[in-house]
C-alpha cells in the first residue's frame, strides 16, 4: 500500500539568525524567524510524512507554544516525525521538494541538502529531489522577506 502527503511551510527573514535549509546552514546575512531554528524545508518534508501516514501534522506534535521546541533542530524533530510513521509501519519511498527563495541562490547547496535529507531518513540520495525556484519578485517571497518550501513524499507499507 502507498501512501501520498503534501507539506508547506513559510517563514520571514530577519537578522541575526542563522539560514538553515534542510538541515545545512547557508552562509546568508539574514535565517528565518521561528521557535525552532525554522527550518522551512525540513517542517515541509515533517508534514509531508505525517500526512501521508494520517498523522497530524508538525504543530500537532511538536507545538511552537511548548517551550521544549524553542530553538529545536529541525532535524530532530523530522527523525522524530518520521519515528511515527515508522510505528504506523510506513517506510519513505521518495521525496521531491521546492524551496522558494529570491536569496540566496540555493544551486550550490542542492547536493549537500539532498545528502542530509536522504541521511535523516535512510533512504538513497537518489531518492531526494530538491528544486530551487525565485517568485519573479511577486509578494514577501519575491521581494526577499521570506522563504517557502514544499515537499511531496510517498510512503510504502512494510511487509
Known amino acids: 500500500m502507498y501512501r501520498v502527503g503534501i507539506g508547506y511551510d513559510l517563514h520571514t527573514l530577519?537578522?541575526?539568525?542563522?539560514?538553515?535549509?534542510?538541515?545545512?546552514?547557508?552562509?546568508?546575512?539574514?535565517?528565518?524567524?521561528?521557535?525552532?531554528?525554522?527550518?522551512?524545508?525540513?517542517?515541509?518534508?515533517?508534514?509531508?510524512?505525517?500526512?501521508?501516514a494520517a498523522a497530524g501534522d508538525i504543530g500537532e506534535h511538536f507545538p511552537d507554544a511548548d517551550q521544549r521546541y524553542k530553538g529545536a533542530d529541525s532535524a530532530d524533530l523530522l527523525q522524530r516525525a518520521?519515528?511515527?510513521?515508522?510505528?504506523?509501519?510506513?517506510?519513505?519511498?521518495?521525496?521531491?521538494?521546492?524551496?522558494?527563495?529570491e536569496e540566496p541562490k540555493l544551486t550550490?547547496?542542492?547536493?549537500?541538502?539532498?545528502?542530509?535529507?536522504?541521511?535523516?531518513?535512510?533512504?538513497?540520495?537518489?531518492?531526494?529531489?530538491?528544486?530551487?525556484?525565485?517568485?519573479?519578485?511577486?509578494?514577501?517571497l519575491g521581494a526577499g522577506k521570506a522563504i517557502a518550501a514544499q515537499a511531496v513524499v510517498l510512503l510504502k507499507k512494510k511487509r
Open 14 to 52: 530577519v537578522k541575526g539568525r542563522p539560514l538553515i535549509l534542510g538541515g545545512v546552514t547557508i552562509p546568508y546575512p539574514k535565517g528565518l524567524m521561528g521557535h525552532s531554528d525554522a527550518d522551512v524545508l525540513l517542517h515541509a518534508v515533517c508534514d509531508a510524512i505525517l500526512g501521508a
Open 82 to 101: 518520521y519515528a511515527i510513521v515508522r510505528k504506523k509501519g510506513y517506510c519513505v519511498m521518495n521525496i521531491d521538494t521546492v524551496v522558494i527563495a
Open 108 to 140: 550550490p547547496y542542492k547536493g549537500a541538502i539532498r545528502q542530509r535529507l536522504a541521511q535523516l531518513l535512510k533512504i538513497p540520495a537518489g531518492s531526494v529531489s530538491i528544486k530551487a525556484k525565485t517568485n519573479e519578485g511577486c509578494d514577501d
